[in-house]
């Protein structure tokens, strides 16, 4: 008997009609799906009873790749019609297609991914010759709305010459002949009864051709490397990820109103797109009146007529509604007319429709599926701390029980499980906060979520570890101290050694001095003082530590640059790395005398910028080498330097400055110095410097200055002005440049 190859369109009710249809008519010894050959042995889990849409998750991971994938199916999918319908009439229903982890995957997500944008070319000349907006309307003309009497004919013939034009890649070949194999084998096993074929379409030509003649023998299924680590499992899917319109790659969009196809016809979807539409924009508050509904239906029966079709298509309905409920121009084109996510601005009405033909429908699975041990994992975890309830819950970190709790919480954070928002908590290192609070709330993806998350591990913290091991890997600079603390309120210590050395490798690399800053100081503050999260004096951190510092004194040493605005990030970052200085030098490659000696070349270095040189000056003082302050102070006292490299000192050595009246009375007389045209110059750096101390500490030094000059009044209130001193300073510029011109023309 012959093999009836039926190529199809994924997702494509008319398509999954024509497979049921001939599955019935034939009964077939064999049916051949495109889908997973590895999931052959799990195809009863697969027709338990579950609720579409689901999907078959697959992730991976070796040495040199990872990989995840879904499979999805739907009601109307023809692959999941094939398997359902093939079972029920006695047939041996098999998938033929490589395993989604195989390398012919790489890089793709959706094993059903049309090859559409490799025939733009062809099917652009369709449009045009139909009259139509893109591949979507057209399929819908074409074989949607159409009557089923020759569809299949329809269908060998469109993609006969879609393949015909296409480029093929080297995935699709090996992916072939591999299925072809599976036909040849399937043939010959089947004696005289037929066979059944149902793969994409644009595959089908290519299998045709490649399946010719009989070959016995089944094809072995392959086999991932022992070393890699993965496996596959089903997962509630839903309408939303499956539709073109929120960006999905493949088949059909408006996955709701293809299911009132596939249920009631094309009548019945024209009539349930018009009422569900209706119904959300009058909860949205928009008024539909009967004149509305009934201009709406005019319009798209007139559009139906116009376009040759016997019912309203999709767009047919959706061109109604816009003529019908929209009075305004439209800002952009209806999504419909071009295919791909609705972009930001779109009308209120058209968000509501494309909403409707997406629909809210989320798939279930049986109860006897299998779960990977995560979700086990995570369910008793979270009912052995109480966290598998509603609502606010506070968490005490100064409790063995709530650093657990917080520790469960956050490594469902870092896997993106849905239903847990912290409100409240510790958001650095050292900060003085013990307490947590969080949101539960209870959330149909949940399970979903953490069967997609097992690709990272079986348990929580093996799980959350691996993700933020992958985090370290992607993260860019200036994200390496969020990742740092957030493996702090993970339980830092408890992570594998491959984390550690991609932390410290990660920062190894890093060429920015403030973002290294930022690190040492998140790192720094844990290392010290964090006993709440387990982290003071933690190795872990220690190897950080030492590699940020190693880092920092190698990359300022090789800054320069003339006068230009301090840089407060990378003062901070000098302020980091004298803290980690004095209290982790344990733990560093260079000691404090090495660091003293290159922030000593720094600071006498003419080369390097003015706020480094500053703050290398204070660095040095930090650590008990603050000889030669009154020359240091007097040699960068220029207009255009002093106010620059004042910050640079104030950021590493504000206690050793406020300890040293001789310090302050020499700044006081150098400013007293400058003349007004300087003084005007410096004013906006010596600001943005004394902005290093906090206001008592501002008064503190305010009141030395009065004392030393024997003057009286309030300190407090020469720091407490109605002004802006800047604005002060712009008009005593003013007036300055006034008296000049006045003098230069004898009017003075």
């Known amino acids: 008997m012959a093999t009836t190859f039926i190529g199809v369109r994924h997702h494509s009710p008319a398509c999954a009609g024509l497979v049921a249809s001939t599955i019935e008519a034939l009964r077939p010894a064999h049916v051949l799906v495109e889908g997973p050959v590895d999931m052959n042995d799990r195809l009863d889990e697969l027709l338990l009873g579950h609720r579409p849409p689901i999907a078959v998750y697959t992730y991976y991971r070796d040495a040199e790749r990872s990989h995840a994938s879904w499979t999805p199916f739907c009601d109307y999918s023809p692959e999941w019609v094939a398997l359902a319908t093939g079972r029920a009439c006695g047939a041996r229903v098999r998938f033929i297609d490589l395993p989604a982890w195989h390398p012919a995957f790489q890089g793709r997500g959706n094993r059903y991914a049309d090859a559409e944008a490799r025939y733009t070319e062809v099917t652009g000349r369709l449009c045009r010759e139909f009259s139509v907006d893109n591949t979507d309307v057209l399929w819908d003309h074409l074989f949607e709305v159409e009557p089923a009497d020759g569809l299949a004919e329809r269908l060998t013939a469109y993609f006969d010459l879609v393949r015909g034009e296409a480029t093929t890649e080297h995935a699709d070949v090996e992916r072939e002949a591999y299925m072809a194999s599976w036909i040849r084998a399937a043939r010959a096993d089947a004696g005289d009864r037929p066979v059944v074929v149902v793969t994409g379409g644009f595959h089908t030509p290519a299998l045709r051709v490649l399946a010719a003649d009989p070959e016995p023998g089944w094809p072995e299924v392959p086999r991932p490397p022992e070393e890699s680590v993965g496996a596959s499992y089903l997962v509630p899917y839903s309408f939303r990820r499956l539709d073109a319109f ?40 928009q008024p539909v009146s009967t004149a509305d509904l009934i201009a709406a239906r005019t319009l798209a029966q007139g559009l139906a007529r116009l376009r040759g079709h016997a019912h309203p298509s999709r767009t047919d309905v959706l061109d109604g509604l816009v003529g019908a409920l929209v009075s305004e121009d439209l800002s952009q084109p209806p999504p419909w007319t071009v295919r791909g996510p609705l972009r930001p601005g779109a009308h209120p009405a058209v968000v509501e429709m494309v909403a409707a033909l997406s629909g809210d429908r989320v798939g279930s699975l049986h109860p006897d599926t299998p779960a990977p041990p995560l979700v086990a994992a995570v369910q008793e975890e979270l009912f052995a701390l109480g966290l598998d309830g509603s609502g606010e819950v506070g968490v005490d970190l100064t409790d063995e029980v709530g650093l657990r709790r917080s520790r469960t919480l956050h490594r469902l954070r870092i896997l993106g499980i849905p239903g847990f928002e912290r409100l409240s908590g510790p958001d650095g290192g050292g900060d003085p906060v013990f307490a947590e609070r969080w949101r539960l709330t209870p959330f149909d993806g949940r399970l979903p979520a953490l069967i997609e998350a097992a690709v990272h591990g079986a348990t929580p913290d093996e799980a959350a570890g691996a993700a933020l091991h992958d985090r370290v890997e992607d993260a860019g600079a200036d994200r390496l101290a969020e990742v740092l603390f957030d493996a702090a309120l993970c339980g830092i210590t408890t992570l594998s050694d491959d984390v550690v050395a991609a932390l410290t490798a990660r920062v190894a690399q890093v060429s920015d001095v403030a973002v290294l800053g930022r690190v040492l100081a998140v790192v720094v503050g844990l290392w010290r003082y964090d006993g709440l999260f387990g982290t003071a004096g933690s190795p872990v951190l220690g190897a950080v530590i030492g590699g940020a510092v190693t880092r920092v004194l190698w990359l300022v040493e090789g800054l320069h640059g003339g006068p230009a605005p301090a840089d407060p990030r990378r003062l901070l970052a000098l302020a980091a790395t004298r803290d980690a200085v004095l209290h982790a030098e344990s733990v560093l490659e260079h000691g404090r005398a090495e660091a003293v000696a290159v922030l000593g070349r720094v600071g006498a270095d003419a080369q390097a910028p003015p706020d480094l040189r500053g703050a290398a000056f204070g660095f040095c003082w930090s650590l008990g080498d603050g000889g030669g302050v009154e020359r240091a102070v007097r040699g960068m006292s220029g207009p255009r330097t002093i106010g620059d490299w004042l910050a640079g000192l104030f950021a590493v050595a504000r206690e050793e400055v406020l300890s040293a009246d001789a310090v302050i009375t020499l700044l006081d007389e ?5 003349s007004e045209e300087d003084f005007l110059v410096a004013l906006p750096a010596l600001r943005q410097a004394f902005a290093f101390f906090p206001p008592s500490e501002r008064e503190t030094i305010a009141k030395r200055v009065v004392v030393a000059r024997g003057a009286g009044g309030s300190a407090g209130a020469l720091l407490r002005i109605d002004v802006d001193p800047l604005v002060v300073a712009a008009g005593m510029a003013l007036e300055a440049k006034v008296d000049a011109v006045l003098a230069r023309e004898g009017l003075a």
């Open 670 to 674: 150098l400013v007293h110095a400058l």
């Open 246 to 285: 929120t960006g999905y790659q493949s088949g059909m969009p408006s996955p709701e109103y293809y299911r009132h196809l596939w249920n009631d016809g094309v009548p019945g979807a024209a009539a349930a797109l018009v009422e569900s539409v209706v119904g959300r924009l009058r909860r949205r508050g």
